[in-house]
């Protein structure tokens, strides 16, 4: 459904330390960098997670409201990637677990990047 999803960031260096542990544990690479800009997909994809400085040169800034989610191939890998968070200056906004009120096997964990943006690491299969 969705091409890309960009996400703004005041200090790219710090971005990149921090998205590439996250990305790791979902067995997502960089694909491309650039001193404005690192992106993030699939081994022989296309980038389709861009960590951009604002074109408009302006601070970025968290939306509220907004949440950026990646998917995670097991509970192990939620698990994973919330620690790479954290470990790289990111803040917890929700440790992993289930979250039944979605659905039953909805098993996520919530971060904000160094910037504030939020980030849901999540595995929607059975454990």
């Not at 790219?12 to 996250?22: L, P």
């Not at 690192?38 to 861009?50: E, I, K, N």
């Not at 990637?81 to 906004?93: N, V």
Request: net charge positive; charged share 25%.
């Amino acid at each position: 459904m969705f091409s890309h999803v960009t996400v703004g960031s005041n200090d790219i260096a710090r971005a990149r330390r921090f998205y590439e542990g996250v990305t790791a544990a979902l067995g997502l690479e960089r694909q491309a960098d650039y001193p404005e800009a690192v992106a993030y997909g699939r081994p022989g994809g296309r980038p389709q997670l861009w960590i951009v400085r604002p074109l408009d040169k302006k601070t970025a800034t968290a939306g509220n409201g907004v949440t950026i989610g990646l998917d995670a191939a097991d509970r192990a890998a939620v698990d994973k990637a919330h620690a790479a968070a954290l470990a790289a200056g990111g803040s917890d906004e929700g440790k992993p677990g289930l979250r039944t009120h979605y659905h039953p096997n909805y098993y996520g964990a919530y971060v904000r990047d160094p910037d504030g943006n939020k980030v849901c690491i999540v595995c929607h299969k059975p454990a």
